[in-house]
């Protein structure tokens, strides 16, 4: 199991984002909480074994370095 921290460059495209991964139904990723002030998404992938760090804007979903 690993977590995964999204950081979107607004709102709405954070709500979106969750919206679609809600939208698939895929058991294996659950939303464990959004901060839409942050704004921030916290996810839980039970088939993942490394927690991973994901900026989201409208490049699309790329891999943070931080």
């Given amino acids: 199991m690993a977590r995964i921290t999204i950081t979107a460059d607004c709102a709405a495209r954070l709500e979106g984002f969750i919206a679609g991964i809600e939208w698939t139904n895929d058991s294996a990723i659950c939303v464990e909480s959004v901060d839409a002030d942050g704004p921030i998404a916290i996810l839980i992938d039970q088939d993942a ?18």
């Fill in 49 to 66: 074994t490394e927690d991973r760090r994901l900026l989201l804007g409208s490049f699309g979903l790329m891999l943070s370095e931080q």
